[in-house]
């Protein structure tokens, strides 16, 4: 059997110090959990495995559990765009106890479950501003379930009595979806994780709870049989999987394995090496390289990576973070080659710069502007200094610096905090374990407490193409629920009429329009300071056994587990 021909068996392991945000469908959102979910949660509709990034099918939805793309030519879209009708493929089977289809009726399920308000999806708008009814099924489960330690019987009460009306099911195989307005991106938002099937099994757990964990149903290749929370994982094949319903995953290897434990780039590189291991967990190890890679996307869409949110609600130093005039002296401090220097002593193996905007190059929007413009790159801390006395703060701030800690992070977060100093602002910085760290900067409650000022998490697009919304609506709609991606709960009525505006044009100059002056609106305000734009483009590093492992786009390019297979080792 040659390499090029897939093999069964073996045992997958992955190691790093990354964790899951979470484990539930309804609630995973970074690339690390849409890693393991691809594995056991299906959506209508999602991604396939392609190895050149150049290829226009690496970032173009595919059926899933949908039997095809709705469209005109095939009476699935109506004429006015405004009525996506869906049919199931039969026999996608859940791993239960005697196995059940999936049905129309699990995806309604999935639908509503992301509204939750113990740990909803974070990026909600995406469908509330699209699906009819959504929104307002959202905020009436808020307001009949405020509370976020509801318990699974409050939840399954609401979901049961209450009906998403741009939603409907006309038999077990058939949905029909009623939009707001014409959405060219309706697919991609049905292929973002959020959106998989949910058992019925589900009414009787708390989304992403501990039962949540140890009760998790598949209908995808693997299934979960443990996981640890930022600790270990291991999934093994689903048994009643068949591969005549899935074009797009196989179940090449036995089981996945991953360990999760303090370990820089060079310590998981290390094992990876000896053969402990057969990929890195997180961690950017790389491929031998003599110089920066080139882009093998052909600048697909650039990440924001590390990007710095302001708290903006923060009663801290008298509220002062909530005054965009305050952001906007802060905003001219850093010195973002130092934090480039940093990623290049890590070898991470990817095309990276400053960044000036929060659309960073190669997404739709994205216009090269800089309002904040330093020498170099370098940062102005006495113009900061400066600013923030004419702000009324002539003896500068007290801030609180979140940061994950691990791999680069420390690093990064030393090197800001240095840049505020010299500005003649004090840090505290407050170091995070992988594992809690975006589940704490998603629940609004520890942003109004104050319990951080700054933090620098990463953003990379949900899709790429037409993904005008895939960075600012996210990122910086008014969104204080559970579950946001409004980490510091920003507010600007105008930012949120333009991004309504934007959704609601067919013609996509002037989309891109929108979506540039939205940017420009949100850097204005500095709500957000980019550092480096990154072409996630990281060749990773691989152990031996290691075949056909194609880095996925809408993962952050980290690699489909569910086509890869293992060599036996010499």
Same mark, same amino acid.
């Not at 006015?80 to 049919?87: A, D, E, S």
């Given at each position: 059997?040659?390499?090029?021909?897939p093999?069964?068996?073996?045992?997958?392991?992955?190691?790093?110090?990354g964790s899951?945000?979470?484990?539930?469908?309804?609630?995973a959102?970074?690339?690390l959990?849409h890693?393991?979910t691809r594995?056991?949660a299906?959506q209508?509709f999602?991604y396939?495995a392609?190895k050149?990034?150049?290829?226009?099918?690496?970032?173009?939805?595919?059926p899933?559990?949908?039997v095809?793309?709705?469209?005109?030519y095939?009476a699935?879209?109506?004429?006015?765009?405004l009525?996506?009708?869906?049919?199931?493929?039969?026999?996608?089977?859940?791993?239960?106890?005697p196995?059940?289809?999936?049905?129309?009726h699990?995806?309604v399920?999935?639908f509503?479950?992301m509204?939750?308000?113990v740990?909803?999806?974070g990026?909600?708008?995406y469908?509330t501003?699209?699906?009819r009814g959504?929104a307002?099924?959202a905020?009436?489960?808020?307001e009949?379930?405020?509370?976020?330690?509801?318990?699974a019987?409050e939840l399954?009460?609401?979901?049961n009595?209450?009906?998403?009306?741009g939603?409907?099911?006309?038999?077990d195989?058939t949905?029909?979806?009623e939009?707001i307005r014409?959405?060219?991106?309706?697919?991609?938002?049905?292929?973002?994780p959020?959106?998989?099937?949910?058992?019925?099994?589900y009414?009787?757990l708390? *989304?992403d709870s501990?039962g949540?964990?140890?009760?998790?149903?598949?209908?995808?290749p693997y299934?979960?049989?443990h996981?640890?929370?930022?600790r270990?994982?291991r999934?093994e094949r689903?048994?009643v999987w068949d591969?005549?319903t899935?074009?797009?995953r196989?179940?090449h290897?036995?089981a996945?394995?991953?360990?999760?434990e303090?370990?820089?780039?060079?310590q998981?590189g290390r094992?990876?090496?000896?053969g402990?291991a057969?990929?890195?967990w997180?961690?950017p190890?790389t491929?031998?390289?003599?110089?920066?890679p080139t882009?093998?996307?052909?600048?697909?869409?650039?990440?924001?990576?590390p990007?710095?949110?302001f708290?903006?609600v923060?009663?801290?130093n008298?509220?002062a973070l909530?005054?965009?005039?305050?952001?906007r002296?802060?905003?001219?401090?850093?010195d973002?080659v130092?934090?480039?220097?940093?990623?290049?002593?890590l070898a991470a193996?990817?095309v990276?710069?400053?960044?000036r905007?929060?659309?960073p190059p190669g997404?739709?929007?994205?216009?090269p502007?800089?309002?904040?413009?330093t020498?170099g790159?370098?940062g102005?801390?006495?113009?900061?200094?400066a600013l923030l006395?004419e702000a009324?703060h002539?003896d500068?701030l007290t801030l609180?610096?979140?940061?994950?800690?691990v791999d680069?992070?420390?690093?990064v977060?030393k090197?800001?905090?240095?840049?505020?100093?010299?500005a003649?602002?004090?840090?505290?910085?407050?170091?995070?374990?992988?594992?809690?760290?975006y589940a704490y900067?998603q629940?609004?409650a520890?942003?109004e407490?104050?319990?951080w000022?700054l933090?620098?998490p990463?953003w990379?697009?949900?899709?790429?193409?037409n993904?005008?919304r895939?960075?600012l609506q996210?990122?910086f709609?008014t969104?204080?629920?559970?579950?946001?991606?409004n980490?510091?709960?920003?507010?600007?009525?105008?930012?949120d009429?333009?991004?309504?505006?934007a959704?609601?044009?067919v013609d996509?100059d002037?989309?891109?329009?929108?979506?540039?002056?939205?940017?420009e609106l949100?850097?204005?305000d500095?709500a957000?300071? *980019?550092i480096?734009?990154?072409a996630?483009t990281?060749p990773h590093?691989?152990?031996s056994r290691?075949?056909n492992?194609?880095?996925?786009p809408?993962?952050?390019?980290?690699?489909?587990?569910?086509?890869l297979w293992?060599?036996?080792?010499?």
């Amino acid at each position: 059997m040659s390499d090029s021909e897939p093999r069964r068996g073996g045992t997958l392991r992955l190691y790093g110090p990354g964790s899951m945000d979470h484990l539930d469908p309804a609630s995973a959102y970074y690339a690390l959990g849409h890693q393991i979910t691809r594995l056991f949660a299906r959506q209508l509709f999602t991604y396939p495995a392609v190895k050149d990034l150049k290829d226009w099918r690496a970032i173009t939805p595919v059926p899933d559990v949908a039997v095809e793309v709705p469209s005109t030519y095939n009476a699935g879209l109506s004429v006015n765009h405004l009525t996506y009708t869906v049919r199931l493929r039969r026999g996608v089977l859940w791993d239960t106890t005697p196995p059940r289809e999936v049905t129309a009726h699990d995806f309604v399920r999935g639908f509503k479950r992301m509204c939750n308000p113990v740990c909803g999806a974070g990026a909600i708008r995406y469908f509330t501003s699209t699906i009819r009814g959504l929104a307002q099924f959202a905020a009436a489960y808020g307001e009949a379930v405020p509370h976020a330690d509801a318990t699974a019987a409050e939840l399954a009460d609401f979901q049961n009595s209450h009906e998403i009306s741009g939603i409907r099911v006309l038999d077990d195989w058939t949905l029909v979806f009623e939009l707001i307005r014409p959405a060219a991106d309706f697919v991609h938002i049905l292929a973002v994780p959020f959106a998989s099937a949910a058992p019925v099994e589900y009414d009787a757990l708390v *989304p992403d709870s501990d039962g949540f964990r140890r009760g998790v149903r598949s209908d995808g290749p693997y299934r979960v049989v443990h996981y640890d929370h930022g600790r270990s994982l291991r999934l093994e094949r689903n048994p009643v999987w068949d591969k005549a319903t899935d074009d797009v995953r196989n179940q090449h290897v036995d089981a996945v394995e991953v360990t999760m434990e303090r370990a820089d780039p060079v310590q998981v590189g290390r094992v990876i090496t000896s053969g402990a291991a057969d990929l890195s967990w997180a961690s950017p190890v790389t491929e031998p390289y003599e110089a920066n890679p080139t882009d093998p996307g052909n600048d697909l869409g650039y990440a924001l990576n590390p990007y710095l949110v302001f708290n903006t609600v923060s009663p801290n130093n008298g509220g002062a973070l909530g005054r965009p005039e305050v952001r906007r002296a802060l905003a001219w401090a850093f010195d973002k080659v130092a934090v480039l220097d940093i990623y290049d002593q890590l070898a991470a193996g990817t095309v990276m710069r400053p960044a000036r905007s929060a659309i960073p190059p190669g997404n739709v929007g994205y216009e090269p502007f800089d309002l904040y413009p330093t020498p170099g790159d370098r940062g102005d801390p006495e113009r900061c200094r400066a600013l923030l006395a004419e702000a009324g703060h002539p003896d500068g701030l007290t801030l609180t610096f979140l940061h994950r800690d691990v791999d680069a992070n420390p690093e990064v977060a030393k090197s800001c905090a240095a840049d505020l100093e010299r500005a003649g602002i004090t840090v505290e910085l407050l170091p995070m374990g992988h594992a809690d760290y975006y589940a704490y900067l998603q629940d609004p409650a520890n942003a109004e407490a104050g319990t951080w000022d700054l933090t620098s998490p990463s953003w990379t697009p949900d899709w790429f193409g037409n993904n005008g919304r895939a960075f600012l609506q996210p990122m910086f709609q008014t969104n204080r629920a559970r579950g946001t991606s409004n980490y510091g709960c920003y507010h600007n009525p105008e930012v949120d009429e333009l991004i309504e505006e934007a959704l609601a044009t067919v013609d996509e100059d002037r989309a891109h329009a929108i979506w540039h002056r939205v940017d420009e609106l949100v850097m204005g305000d500095a709500a957000i300071v *980019p550092i480096l734009e990154h072409a996630p483009t990281i060749p990773h590093l691989k152990g031996s056994r290691v075949r056909n492992a194609i880095p996925m786009p809408t993962i952050d390019r980290w690699f489909d587990l569910s086509n890869l297979w293992l060599e036996p080792t010499p």
